[in-house]
């Protein structure tokens, strides 16, 4: 999945939105993602501690869109307003780490995950981040693109919740894979983030390497 390179075909959710909040801050905006992106990470964590909670996969991945639209929202409201800056750049994607920390650590550390397999995974996602901002930091075009980037992992994190919820409704919560390894639903995504992060990252390094060999 690539779906930070088609970022402008939602333009027409966000625009109108951002055009009647143009004069709210857009760190408020920003704050409102990230206070949103840590509730869906408590959802999605106490969603497994007990069967009666199963519920709140659902309501976490709604938090999670909600706050992945939030995320959106900020940046374009500060284009808008003319309040854009190096600033407001910064403390974004320093927002955009901690939420995904709080989104994504939230199933790592639950009982939906291998705990080894949240790990791998949570690096996988952290240096994705860091070599797309690191290409910039040395002078070569910034980084969005690649196998599994921010927009990708926000819509992963809606849709496998809602999986996992409507797979144990079916009485199908788990899968055997060749019947030595039981994994859940949420545990593939995280599998997925663990093997396609890395790679997204490596993939990162390899065209910036190439980037800054052109400019020599």
Not at 137 to 144: D, E, F, N
Request: charged letters at 15%.
């Amino acid at each position: 999945m690539v779906l930070d390179g088609h970022r402008s075909k939602v333009e027409f959710a966000i625009t109108p939105v951002a055009k009647r909040l143009i004069n709210v801050d857009p760190n408020k905006i920003s704050w409102i993602g990230l206070i949103l992106a840590f509730i869906s990470g408590l959802l999605l964590y106490f969603s497994g501690t007990k069967d009666a909670w199963h519920w709140m996969l659902i309501a976490g991945a709604a938090v999670v869109i909600v706050s992945g639209y939030f995320d959106a929202l900020d940046g374009k409201v500060a284009k808008l307003a003319g309040k854009a800056s190096k600033k407001g750049d910064y403390v974004d994607h320093v927002f955009d780490r901690y939420a995904d920390m709080f989104m994504i650590g939230g199933v790592a550390i639950s009982a939906w995950c291998n705990p080894y397999i949240g790990m791998v995974a949570l690096v996988g996602v952290l240096l994705t981040s860091y070599m797309g901002t690191q290409a910039q930091a040395v002078g070569a075009p910034r980084l969005y693109a690649g196998l599994l980037g921010r927009a990708d992992r926000v819509v992963l994190t809606t849709l496998f919740p809602i999986i996992q919820f409507t797979a144990l409704w079916l009485g199908h919560g788990y899968i055997d894979v060749f019947g030595y390894i039981t994994l859940s639903w949420l545990e593939i995504m995280m599998l997925w983030f663990a093997v396609i992060g890395n790679l997204t990252a490596v993939q990162r390094v390899i065209v910036t390497w190439k980037n800054m060999s052109k400019e020599e």
